[in-house]
């Protein structure tokens, strides 16, 4: 018998998604779940905020927020996650109801379901298992900050402040039947261009262009491959230059520029040879582009390894306990391995191997982002299956029937 209330649910991820906290600015959404978890009657000796924003590379407000619930029965401890940042474009979102969906009212907004819907799951969940007394194992909930700029808030927990679960579950986007089991890697690239500067219209030829050596590295990338989507053989990669600044006036020969670029490959070999296309075309473009006295550009180039790719099997024990949850509400559980970058990643990297559910968002990262919220109820009711430890039973029958695998990007 299912004990979710659907009006609370609801009411639950629209508040939260009403909540302005992008990544490094989640305070008012972690204190949002506080007050809740204090409402609830859950004692402060079994609630955190860690510290790890003080050790990301991007500071921020607050750490995570973990709660560690004694079990009521025996049974290995089970960890629900799911991350409390938004990107920037969904500050101010204002959520509206339109049938089965939840939209952001205001057009220019994306609406954030990304991923206040999984934190609003987890919440969800562990009121219920409060309110209705329900029997349960020993219990994480997991609520990590800055996800969307390189899972930094999942990267720096640390794994013994989780209370060592043996099934992890995390909550972030698509349908309730799905099952992500693995996700790509990834490295942040930062690249400066140094030319030499001279007046554009007196003497352009005493200077060295970094534009000029920027837009020639990108043009090499381009045209060999590199950029984009790729594809050399049997490898497959992506990778996107998405950040250019430089420049302070069209008189001056641009001296210095900076870029931001990254790559992406599950296969680990491969994005380093990215990585290394990348250096090549930006260390080369430097020295094309001459001053007339003879003077090449440089390069700084730092390659810095956001995440790991990994793939969990079908019998990881997590992976069969969700698909049995999935298929416990009449759904039939379809895997997938991601094209971008999950909290899993690190979790599975940390030694907790981590499948990532849906929980009916859609469009994400885009004005045109929508909640579904048939969906996010399902995934309120798995959720609340996992918790309690209801589908232990028959696990092995809960494989994926015909090892669906499918791609999504994020």
Same mark, same amino acid.
């Given at each position: 018998?299912?004990?979710?209330?659907?009006?609370?649910?609801?009411?639950?991820?629209?508040?939260?998604?009403?909540?302005?906290?992008?990544?490094?600015?989640?305070?008012?959404?972690?204190?949002?779940?506080?007050?809740?978890?204090?409402?609830?009657?859950?004692?402060?000796?079994?609630?955190?905020?860690?510290?790890?924003?003080?050790?990301?590379?991007?500071?921020?407000?607050?750490?995570?927020?973990?709660?560690?619930?004694?079990?009521?029965?025996?049974?290995?401890?089970?960890?629900?996650?799911?991350?409390?940042?938004?990107?920037?474009?969904?500050?101010?979102?204002?959520?509206?109801?339109?049938?089965?969906?939840?939209?952001?009212?205001?057009?220019?907004?994306?609406?954030?379901?990304?991923?206040?819907?999984?934190?609003?799951?987890?919440?969800?969940?562990?009121?219920?298992?409060?309110?209705?007394?329900?029997?349960?194992?020993?219990?994480?909930?997991?609520?990590?900050?800055?996800?969307?700029?390189?899972?930094?808030?999942?990267?720096?927990?640390?794994?013994?402040?989780?209370?060592?679960?043996?099934?992890?579950?995390?909550?972030?986007?698509?349908?309730?039947?799905?099952?992500?089991?693995?996700?790509?890697?990834?490295?942040?690239?930062?690249?400066?261009?140094?030319?030499?500067?001279?007046?554009?219209?007196?003497?352009?030829?005493?200077?060295?262009?970094?534009?000029?050596?920027?837009?020639?590295?990108?043009? /090499?990338?381009?045209?060999?491959?590199? +950029? &984009? #989507?790729?594809?050399?053989?049997?490898?497959? @990669?992506? !990778?996107? $230059?998405?950040?250019?600044?430089?420049?302070?006036?069209?008189?001056?020969?641009?001296?210095?520029?900076?870029?931001?670029?990254?790559?992406?490959?599950?296969?680990?070999?491969?994005?380093?040879?990215?990585?290394?296309?990348?250096?090549?075309?930006?260390?080369?473009?430097?020295?094309?582009?001459?001053?007339?006295?003879?003077?090449?550009?440089?390069?700084?180039?730092?390659?810095?390894?956001?995440?790991?790719?990994?793939?969990?099997?079908?019998?990881?024990?997590?992976?069969?306990?969700?698909?049995?949850?999935?298929?416990?509400?009449?759904?039939?559980?379809?895997?997938?391995?991601?094209?971008?970058?999950? /909290?899993?990643?690190?979790?599975?990297? +940390? &030694? #907790?191997?981590?499948?990532?559910?849906?929980? @009916?968002? !859609?469009? $994400?990262?885009?004005?045109?982002?929508?909640?579904?919220?048939?969906?996010?109820?399902?995934?309120?009711?798995?959720?609340?299956?996992?918790?309690?430890?209801?589908?232990?039973?028959?696990?092995?029958?809960?494989?994926?029937?015909?090892?669906?695998?499918?791609?999504?990007?994020?």
């Amino acid at each position: 018998m299912t004990h979710i209330d659907e009006f609370a649910a609801i009411k639950l991820v629209t508040d939260l998604i009403s909540i302005p906290g992008k990544s490094t600015q989640e305070g008012r959404v972690v204190q949002f779940l506080r007050d809740a978890l204090k409402r609830a009657g859950v004692p402060d000796s079994q609630v955190t905020i860690d510290d790890a924003n003080k050790r990301s590379s991007a500071g921020g407000e607050v750490g995570n927020l973990i709660v560690k619930l004694p079990g009521t029965k025996r049974g290995p401890r089970r960890l629900l996650m799911a991350h409390v940042d938004t990107v920037p474009l969904a500050v101010g979102a204002k959520p509206v109801r339109d049938g089965d969906l939840i939209k952001s009212a205001d057009p220019n907004t994306a609406l954030g379901g990304d991923d206040r819907s999984g934190a609003a799951v987890i919440l969800n969940t562990l009121l219920a298992v409060l309110k209705h007394k329900l029997p349960h194992p020993p219990l994480t909930f997991f609520w990590p900050v800055q996800e969307e700029i390189g899972l930094l808030g999942a990267r720096h927990v640390q794994p013994r402040a989780l209370g060592n679960p043996k099934l992890c579950f995390n909550w972030d986007g698509g349908p309730a039947h799905a099952a992500a089991i693995g996700a790509t890697g990834a490295y942040d690239i930062h690249i400066e261009v140094f030319g030499t500067p001279a007046h554009a219209g007196a003497h352009p030829e005493q200077g060295a262009s970094a534009i000029a050596m920027a837009s020639l590295a990108i043009a /090499d990338l381009t045209t060999n491959g590199w +950029h &984009g #989507l790729i594809v050399k053989g049997k490898h497959r @990669g992506t !990778s996107n $230059i998405g950040i250019i600044n430089g420049g302070d006036a069209t008189n001056v020969v641009t001296s210095h520029v900076q870029l931001r670029a990254e790559a992406r490959s599950h296969d680990p070999k491969f994005r380093t040879k990215i990585v290394n296309a990348f250096r090549e075309a930006f260390t080369k473009a430097a020295q094309q582009v001459r001053t007339d006295a003879g003077q090449p550009g440089r390069v700084d180039f730092q390659a810095e390894h956001k995440y790991e790719s990994f793939r969990l099997a079908l019998t990881e024990p997590s992976v069969v306990t969700a698909c049995a949850a999935i298929r416990s509400i009449g759904l039939e559980p379809e895997t997938r391995v991601s094209n971008g970058g999950l /909290d899993a990643n690190w979790l599975t990297a +940390h &030694g #907790l191997p981590t499948v990532t559910l849906g929980c @009916g968002q !859609s469009a $994400i990262h885009t004005t045109d982002e929508v909640l579904h919220v048939p969906s996010y109820l399902q995934a309120c009711e798995i959720a609340l299956r996992l918790a309690r430890q209801e589908v232990l039973a028959n696990v092995a029958a809960s494989l994926p029937r015909g090892g669906a695998m499918t791609t999504d990007a994020r």
